[in-house]
T-cell receptor, first 114, second 114 residues
Framework: GDSVTQMQGQVTLSEDDFLFINCTYSTTWYPTLFWYVQYPGEGPQLLLKVTTANNKGISRGFEATYDKRTTSFHLQKASVQESDSAVYYCVLGGHDSGYNKLTFGKGTVLLVSP | EAAVTQSPRSKVAVTGGKVTLSCHQTNNHDYMYWYRQDTGHGLRLIHYSYVADSTEKGDIPDGYKASRPSQENFSLILELASLSQTAVYFC?????????????FGHGTKLSVL
């Protein structure tokens, strides 16, 4: 079945640092890739979608890229702010029993200090 | 803006007792989901539903039942709560005409089984 591996459990940065989070995936279907973000006390929400057409997605200063050769996708931001502190999930979209099933990674906790 | 409301926001239950978690959405979405969130496991799908009066098993359905009496309402039922079911539970909805790619989550229910 589909799977997604998110190795970084926690990332600690200071404001204006560069952020890079990496995930790898496995699927027999054409992959659709997403990043979801969960702020404290809230449910997860869609941050951006990586379209395999141009291998990139951009939203709110975050950029995600996709590498079909290594079956990996990454989330990066040039300069993080304290308000970016949250849990970031890489998510693989696929087909299961006739509907587009989402498979979530384990999440990366981002802590940004001022 | 899409709205998914969960109740209660938190609950303490005794081992062996019955627990019902409720979810109400005003998005007019056909699909609804129950996820469980545990540290180190991310989000895992318990049950989902794509139409009223019908539910489907997700990846970890054992020990849980679901009920979808209407398009707007979706409940998760723990007939015999166990310690291992202590977790945060999230309800979500999605629109199949948009490939179910964007899930709208509620704020979660923190369940503690003692």
């Amino acid at each position: 079945g589909d799977s997604v591996t998110q190795m970084q459990g926690q990332v600690t940065l200071s404001e204006d640092d560069f952020l890079f989070i990496n995930c790898t995936y496995s699927t027999t279907w054409y992959p659709t890739l997403f990043w979801y973000v969960q702020y404290p006390g809230e449910g997860p929400q869609l941050l951006l979608k990586v379209t395999t057409a141009n291998n990139k997605g951009i939203s709110r200063g975050f950029e995600a890229t996709y590498d079909k050769r290594t079956t990996s996708f990454h989330l990066q931001k040039a300069s993080v702010q304290e308000s970016d502190s949250a849990v970031y999930y890489c998510v693989l979209g696929g087909h299961d029993s006739g509907y587009n099933k989402l498979t979530f990674g384990k999440g990366t906790v981002l802590l940004v200090s001022p | 803006e899409a709205a998914v409301t969960q109740s209660p926001r938190s609950k303490v239950a005794v081992t062996g007792g019955k627990v019902t978690l409720s979810c109400h959405q005003t998005n007019n979405h056909d699909y609804m989901y129950w996820y469980r969130q545990d540290t180190g496991h991310g989000l895992r799908l318990i049950h989902y539903s794509y139409v009223a009066d019908s539910t489907e098993k997700g990846d970890i359905p054992d020990g849980y039942k679901a009920s979808r009496p209407s398009q707007e309402n979706f409940s998760l039922i723990l007939e015999l709560a166990s310690l291992s079911q202590t977790a945060v539970y999230f309800c979500a909805s999605s629109d199949p005409t948009l490939s179910n790619e964007r899930l709208f989550f509620g704020h979660g229910t923190k369940l503690s089984v003692l």
